[in-house]
């Protein structure tokens, strides 16, 4: 390949670069003026599109390449569901789209956020609270759920499905009525640095899930903190686990005092015999 | 876990279990004119108490730091182990009348206080 050729490519690839640096927009969405899917439907892949403080009423479907992010950490984005059987923000067959610092609540029949058929997508900073699961990633790989909050839903906080390559970090899933975050016939995937407390039933479980990375983890309070059934190859490091003591914790100290009381009478008057001061 | 979660817990179980077992020997002392061995372990417990109650406290200022209501709490939770201290010194029959409600309390503060550090 002769020097021109060089120039040629390098000056060529500029051009793509500008091209698709011209391409990305940034689309803003206010309470009240439009709703978030028509700035969905209206955009194009790499676009970013900001979301100022409100609630908004609506099902959310994406399927490219964008980045649904709130106008700033403070401002409170709400996206309730508006039908209630279906998720409130469905990514589907996507490669590369980012949710970042989005509250979802109010699906009662599906997840707050769903990732289905999709890869390389981040969800950070948001919450999926009172669904019937928090955030739910199925059939898709290399997936990032980092920083979030999936608290008092139905039944998971955080629940993976046929799926590889994730990585789950930093998230808090806990209070959920069934379990803090659920890995069904999901395998190589991580596992870091997240709360799954006060549980009704378990911290994590692993059902058929191989090979995953379970490190640096909470697990307090739950009915059973890490539970793994029918897998293998999962590595467990670092985790801590507490069962619910704040019932019988208490009551065992009681009955502990009572016990005590009596050991201590004892040593006092053998002390107080050896010492000449008692009969 | 956190060690500094777990310290408040631990201190906070052995307080409870001191706590019970001086408002036993505190009824036993009640009950029974003269015990020596009684008002020994009420002695040595209460002593403890307040020492483990005051860990317990200053621990959670470093924490938490000072919040106006925890500091009430355990400043109200001191001042109520200082009037019983006070008014078993005093001596006052009518006085000892309530002192095992006092005492009774006390247990009732060491289980607030083992709850409320129990970490989530």
């Not at chain 1, 502990?256 to 010492?275: D, E, M, S």
């Amino acid at each position: 390949m002769g020097k021109k050729h060089v120039i040629l490519l390098i000056l060529l690839s500029f051009i793509i670069a500008a091209a698709d640096i011209c391409v990305a927009a940034t689309i803003r969405v206010t309470e009240g003026n439009g709703n978030i899917q028509t700035a969905v439907d209206r955009s194009l892949p790499g676009d970013l599109i900001l979301i100022n403080k409100g609630r908004y009423v609506e099902n959310i479907a994406i399927d490219k390449a964008i980045h649904l992010r709130a106008a700033s950490y403070d401002a409170k984005v709400v996206v309730a569901a508006k039908d209630t059987t279906l998720p409130v923000i469905k990514v589907e067959g996507t490669i590369g789209a980012s949710i970042d610092g989005i509250n979802t609540e109010g699906s009662t029949e599906e997840a707050g956020i769903l990732l289905l058929h999709s890869s390389k997508i981040t969800v950070s900073r948001s919450s999926a609270s009172k669904n019937r699961i928090g955030i739910a990633v199925v059939d898709s790989e290399s997936n990032t759920i980092s920083e979030n909050r999936t608290e008092f839903n139905e039944t998971y906080g955080i629940y993976l499905e046929r799926s590889s390559g994730n990585t789950v970090v930093g998230n808090i899933a806990g209070q959920n009525s069934d379990k803090g975050i659920f890995l069904s016939y999901a395998d190589n995937n991580d596992i870091r640095e997240n709360s799954t407390n006060h549980n009704t039933w378990n911290g994590i479980l692993l059902w058929d899930s191989n090979d995953n990375n379970i490190t640096d983890n909470e697990a307090y309070r739950n009915m059973y903190g890490l539970i793994e059934s029918e897998s293998s190859g999962n590595i467990y490091e670092d985790n801590s686990t507490l069962p619910n003591l704040y019932i019988i914790l208490p009551i065992i100290m009681i009955y502990t005092g009572v016990i005590f009381y009596l050991l201590q009478r004892l040593i006092v008057r053998r002390a107080l015999i050896l010492l000449g001061k008692e009969k | 876990m956190d060690i500094l979660i777990k310290i408040p817990m631990i201190l906070a179980s052995i307080g409870l279990v001191l706590a019970t077992s001086s408002f036993i020997s505190g009824l036993q002392l009640i009950k029974v004119k003269r015990s020596s061995v009684d008002g020994i372990i009420h002695r040595i417990n209460g002593y403890c108490s307040v020492v483990l109650l005051s860990s317990v406290a200053i621990s959670s200022f470093i924490i938490n730091g000072i919040h106006l209501w925890a500091f009430l709490g355990w400043v109200s939770a001191l001042g109520l182990i200082s009037l019983k201290i006070s008014i078993v010194r005093r001596r006052s029959r009518r006085a000892f009348k309530y002192v095992s409600w006092i005492g009774a309390s006390m247990i009732l503060i060491w289980l607030y206080v083992l709850i409320t550090n129990i970490p989530l």
